[in-house]
């Protein structure tokens, strides 16, 4: 058999595993990649296989970085199974649709500008339609039920607890008269998170792939209770309002089950609140509709509460763009939640356009910030941004609550393997940045003693039974030239960013100076344009 990485290596997003087995396919997610424009690049590209030829799919969760280009790779010919949880496939009802409008929106605003000056029509990835099609192909699972993907191949779906219908994927082959058993994390949640269940302990396996989201870096142990209550409460004190770009599945409804305990027990005002995104409404009752997965304690409240899970008056949920519009015309501090969870589009750009500038608000980041987004931008500390088109200064305060995140660190993924009573030939350390990776891997290989292995993007791994062999996909050579000018452009890069802070430092210092230094910039902007602009 072989296992080939086809995205989420090296990187966050994206996650997709080719199994080749017994002579057919299977995938294990087809997701979409996220974060800089250079990262989001690999979304049109070709798949790396022909879809027509993929026999079946297991999906580990909803969210779009796992399940996003299933419509697109329907739409290129696939026909099987997609096999996933209950929850899952519910979830997914909502974030195909979501998602196919974003492309058909972001295409048509293309081909507005682009059409006129003679470029050519863009296509969307994939339509509406196209992910109704896609969610036809869904095959429900309960966790832990055993069922066949393909000949050769049976899988048990395990809760992950990172969110609702979250599954850790267990694979059982069998090839040539012998016997692999292989895990495929998922994105595993961290123990004691409300709501969801922990993730089960793993009973192990041959070869294991595991996520590294966090796999650098330890959660703050603190009271995430207690310093999201002073938050809000300094926050309503100088009357600003407390901004949180929230995830619509998984973070928005761990957060509405904080307030109303923190506002139970008196801990936080009784302000507005107002989630703004209709992609989080339709999740929250998604969560209010499946029980079942509900950890003890949830259960415990929903029971108390009269079969209520949240029991809030003060919460306002908001599925017109002419509710949302008004959100910020109403007097007085409120918490606003808002997707996307990464601050790069969506409604909260409009929350972040009429709060960033205001020092008397609060933007609190809840969750895993990729590469490239404005939210790992304002984590890092940027000054100014641009949104719709207009420059924004950051006046508010910028707070990163990692306690909040729906992904296990590195102390507990560690933790959490270490419970197996059988240990894997080697862990394939994907889902997470290099250095995330690297650290995670070093770990792994310390404490368990196990073989590790970061693979990149087309990497592969040769398996008989619980033998392999890696197989390192081919470097892409660049020719002389090519590399020359890589280097003269980052070189240009390195510059600019230097200049920019000195010049961001000088009108902080003296704001006299900054339009004199503006001036200069717009005459760069036309040299620029006058060199370059007929490439």
């Known amino acids: 058999m072989k296992l080939t990485f086809l995205g989420a290596a090296r990187t966050v997003t994206g996650s997709c595993y080719l199994l080749e087995v017994n002579g057919k396919k299977m995938l294990v997610d087809c997701g979409m990649f996220q974060g800089s424009k250079s990262i989001k690049a690999f979304n049109e590209k070709p798949f790396a296989f022909n879809p027509a030829e993929i026999d079946a799919m297991v999906l580990t969760h909803a969210h779009v970085d796992h399940s996003g280009l299933i419509p697109r790779l329907v739409k290129e010919g696939f026909k099987g199974r997609v096999h996933c949880t209950k929850s899952t496939q519910q979830l997914c009802t909502i974030l195909l649709p979501d998602s196919a409008h974003i492309q058909e929106s972001d295409a048509e605003f293309a081909n507005r500008k682009g059409l006129r000056a003679g470029k050519s029509q863009v296509e969307p990835l994939f339509t509406i339609d196209d992910a109704y099609i896609a969610l036809q192909h869904f095959y429900v699972h309960n966790f832990e039920e055993t069922f066949e993907v393909i000949p050769g191949v049976?899988?048990?779906?395990?809760?992950?607890?990172?969110?609702?219908?979250s599954a850790t994927v267990y694979l059982v082959i069998e090839e040539n008269g012998k016997k692999t058993t292989m895990i495929f994390s998922g994105d595993v949640g961290q123990p004691k998170q409300p709501i969801v269940e922990d993730p089960s302990v793993l009973s192990g396996a041959d070869f294991i792939i595991t996520e590294s989201t966090y796999g650098n870096r330890k959660h703050k142990a603190y009271d995430k209770e207690e310093e999201l209550a002073r938050i809000i409460n300094e926050t309503v004190e100088r009357g600003g309002n407390v901004v949180i770009p929230a995830f619509a599945v998984g973070r928005t409804q761990v957060l509405l089950y904080?307030?109303?305990?923190?506002?139970?027990?008196?801990?936080?005002?009784?302000?507005?609140?107002?989630?703004?995104?209709?992609?989080?409404?339709?999740?929250?009752?998604?969560?209010?509709?499946?029980?079942e997965e509900?950890?003890?304690?949830?259960?415990?409240?929903?029971?108390?509460?009269?079969?209520?899970?949240?029991?809030?008056?003060?919460v306002h949920f908001t599925p017109t763009p002419e509710e949302s519009r008004m959100i910020n015309g109403i007097e007085g501090p409120k918490i606003i939640l808002s997707a996307s969870g990464m601050a790069d589009a969506g409604r909260i750009l409009h929350h972040l356009k009429h709060n960033l500038w205001r020092p008397e608000c609060t933007v609190v980041f809840a969750g895993y910030q990729a590469e490239g987004t404005m939210g790992r931008n304002l984590i890092?500390?940027?000054?100014k941004v641009k949104i719709m088109g207009e420059t924004i200064h950051v006046a508010a305060q910028i707070i990163n609550m990692t306690g909040f995140s729906a992904h296990a660190d590195k102390e507990q993924l560690i933790d959490w393997y270490k419970k197996m009573p059988q240990k894997p030939k080697i862990f394939f350390v994907t889902h997470g940045e290099f250095d995330a990776a690297s650290e995670l891997s070093k770990d792994l290989q310390m404490q368990?003693?196990?073989?590790?292995?970061?693979?990149?993007?087309?990497?592969?791994?040769?398996?008989?039974g619980a033998d392999y062999v890696i197989e390192a996909a081919p470097e892409v050579e660049t020719l002389p030239e090519v590399a020359e000018l890589q280097d003269s452009i980052t070189a240009i890069e390195r510059n600019y960013m230097q200049y920019r802070n000195k010049m961001e430092q000088i009108a902080l210092r003296d704001s006299a100076k900054a339009d004199q230094m503006r001036k200069k910039l717009e005459k760069v902007r036309r040299y620029m344009d006058e060199m370059l602009g007929n490439l």
């Open 154 to 165: 049976t899988a048990k779906l395990r809760v992950a607890g990172h969110i609702l219908g």
């Open 258 to 291: 904080y307030f109303q305990k923190l506002t139970q027990e008196g801990k936080i005002p009784d302000v507005p609140i107002y989630v703004d995104s209709p992609l989080a409404t339709k999740a929250t009752g998604i969560t209010l509709a499946n029980k």
């Open 294 to 314: 509900y950890d003890e304690e949830t259960r415990a409240l929903v029971e108390f509460q009269g079969d209520r899970l949240f029991a809030m008056k003060n």
């Open 380 to 383: 890092d500390g940027v000054k």
């Open 448 to 464: 368990l003693g196990t073989a590790v292995y970061i693979p990149k993007y087309g990497d592969s791994v040769a398996i008989d």
